[in-house]
C-alpha cells in the first residue's frame, strides 16, 4: 500500500467510502469522539472544512472507542451529537479501531508513514493525520494540537 486511495472504510451509515474517491485532494484523518474533552476541536474541523473544501481539502472523522471508553454510542448517536450540536457536514466513518489487532487498515498505514514521537501508537482522540494530494501522509499532529494550528500547512499541501 503506497497511499489512502488504496483504501476503503464504511460510512458512519454503512456504505462503503473508496478513498480513491478523494485522489488529488487534501486530506485530514481524525480519530474522533464525542465524549472527550477535545470534542469541542469538532468545531474547528469543521471551520476548517468550510474554509477549505472548494480549494480541495477533506475532512474524515473516524469515531474511536479505544480511548476511555469516550465514543460509546452507536451510529445515530454518533452522528446527532456531530450534526446537532457541532454542524459537521465533513465525511465521519464508521466507529472503528485505530490501534491493537483490529486497527483499521487505513490507521496502520497511517501510523506506519508518520509514526509518533515516542511510539506508532495513536495516544488519543482527535491525533490528526494530514495526507497530500498525492495520498501520502505528510504529518501527524498531537490530539491537543486545535485545528486552526493546522492551517498553514493545510494551505501549503494545497498549494503544492
Not at 454503512?14 to 478513498?19: Q, S
Not at 501510523?111 to 482522540?125: F, I, R
Not at 482527535?126 to 505528510?138: A, M, W
Request: aromatic share 10%.
Amino acid at each position: 500500500m503506497t497511499s489512502i486511495y488504496n483504501f476503503e472504510i464504511n460510512s458512519l451509515q454503512g456504505k462503503p467510502m473508496n478513498l480513491a474517491d478523494y485522489q488529488g485532494k487534501v486530506v485530514l484523518v481524525v480519530n474522533t469522539a464525542s465524549k472527550c474533552g477535545l470534542t469541542p476541536q469538532y468545531e474547528g474541523l469543521q471551520a476548517l472544512y468550510e474554509k477549505y473544501r472548494d480549494q480541495g481539502l477533506v475532512i474524515v472523522g473516524a469515531p474511536c472507542n479505544q480511548f476511555a471508553g469516550q465514543e460509546p454510542g452507536d451510529a445515530s448517536t454518533i452522528e446527532g451529537s456531530c450534526l446537532v450540536n457541532y454542524g459537521v457536514s465533513f465525511p465521519i466513518t464508521e466507529k472503528i479501531d485505530v490501534n491493537g489487532k483490529n486497527a483499521h487498515p487505513l490507521f496502520a498505514f497511517l501510523k506506519k508513514e508518520a509514526p509518533g514521537t515516542l511510539s506508532n501508537a495513536v495516544k488519543w482522540n482527535f491525533t490528526k493525520f494530514l495526507v497530500g494530494k498525492d495520498g501520502k501522509p505528510i504529518k501527524r499532529y498531537a490530539p491537543t494540537t486545535k485545528p486552526e494550528d493546522l492551517e498553514k500547512d493545510v494551505v501549503a499541501a494545497l498549494s503544492a
